[in-house]
């Protein structure tokens, strides 16, 4: 099998729900246009089990198959970035300082486009629900949707997603048992000195030195900390501090951020931050307060449901166009939230190494793999509740 012939058919049809989504860019859990969008499809589709307000905006569907069978779940992210769009096209947004630069409008039209097909077709057995999340940039919607109750409500037995990859050919599908994508923290330590004159450094206590030892013995937690194993990413982003080149500043900040598969690795840096946080300001006489923050968990596929999801690339893509054994990367997705709460997996559709990177002002969709990634999620609920 390949791409759905009826999918393909209504390819123009994804192209324009996409860049109208593309051109009306909305952020976090404020994505209310774009539910409304949503909605609208999904009724002229004939859809008519529809809810919203999840995570504020969220929308969840279902859709009645033939006969008793399992709950499959698809999700889909809406939110976009709060960044300037310069890639001049003629359906780029028209927000100011807002633009769908991680895919998140070709995800959502996707789904849609597997929406329809399915709701035509019911070719399964029991339910699909159709899961289209706000705030996956950061806020955690996906973990709002299944704190309120999303699993429980609609008896989803098995969960998954789909995202573009500008570092993978145009629709190569690629995905992996275990950890595909890391847990995010993220880390802040304000320090507290005493300024002066920088020609009397003797008077004043510097901060200034203090951060630069902190963020020297920080890097050390990767080198000699850490079994080499095992991967793990400590990156510190910002260092703020002074004002001019004579001034001994009274404060100093910074922060960065952590990747990591392994639980206990996470717990082993958080201790070992906190330590040397605590040790350097005692050394250099300063006060030192460390904020860290546990984002989202890795992303880990249930390794059956990994390998039924490749199975069904295979059906739609060939066996030369999926890739079962992707790399972990070192990002994060809050999909994590609803592989924790039910087994299911995640997956990448390669959106074109022509493409500009995801969370670039340059970035655009590919609308070509559309046809791709919507028949893809509407063969996972064929084949996993057939008739």
Request: charged share 20%.
């Amino acid at each position: 099998m390949a791409v759905i012939n009826r999918i393909a058919g209504f390819a123009e049809e994804m192209k324009a729900w996409r860049r109208h989504i593309h051109m009306n860019p909305e952020l976090a859990r404020d994505c209310h246009e774009t539910a409304a969008f949503v909605v609208e499809r999904l009724t002229e589709f004939g859809i008519t089990e529809i809810s919203t307000g999840w995570a504020e905006s969220g929308v969840v569907a279902v859709i009645e198959g033939q006969g008793e069978g399992p709950t499959i779940g698809l999700r889909a992210d809406m939110d976009a970035l709060p960044m300037e769009e310069i890639t001049g096209l003629d359906y780029a947004s028209k927000v100011p300082g807002k633009m769908h630069a991680c895919g998140h409008d070709g995800h959502t039209a996707m789904l849609l486009g597997a929406a329809k097909y399915l709701a035509e077709t019911r070719n399964f057995a029991g339910r699909a629900v159709l899961l289209f999340q706000p705030d996956e940039e950061g806020g955690g919607g996906g973990q709002v949707m299944v704190q309120e109750g999303v699993m429980e409500k609609y008896a989803i037995d098995e969960i998954y997603g789909i995202h573009n990859a500008p570092w993978l050919d145009a629709n190569l599908i690629a995905t992996a048992p275990g950890p595909l994508m890391a847990a995010v923290d993220s880390f802040a330590i304000d320090i507290q000195g005493q300024g002066g004159h920088g020609a009397m450094p003797h008077d004043s206590v510097d901060p200034v030195v203090a951060a630069v030892g902190m963020v020297q013995a920080i890097q050390t937690i990767v080198s000699r900390n850490n079994d080499a194993q095992k991967r793990l990413v400590v990156s510190v982003t910002k260092i703020d501090t002074g004002t001019a080149f004579n001034i001994v500043p009274d404060t100093a900040f910074i922060c960065g951020t952590v990747r990591s598969f392994d639980p206990e690795v996470r717990d082993m840096v958080e201790q070992r931050m906190r330590e040397i946080v605590a040790g350097q300001a005692t050394s250099f006489g300063v006060e030192a307060r460390l904020t860290y923050d546990r984002g989202y968990p890795a992303t880990v596929n249930d390794p059956g449901r990994a390998a039924f999801a490749a199975e069904v690339a295979r059906d739609v893509v060939g066996e030369a166009q999926v890739d079962d054994t992707a790399k972990p990367m070192m990002a994060g997705e809050d999909f994590s939230y609803m592989l924790e709460a039910r087994p299911g997996a995640y997956a990448f559709v390669g959106n074109g190494l022509e493409s500009a990177m995801v969370h670039h002002p340059k970035y655009d969709f590919n609308d070509e793999i559309a046809s791709v990634g919507a028949s893809f999620l509407a063969r996972l609920v064929e084949k996993a509740a057939p008739v």
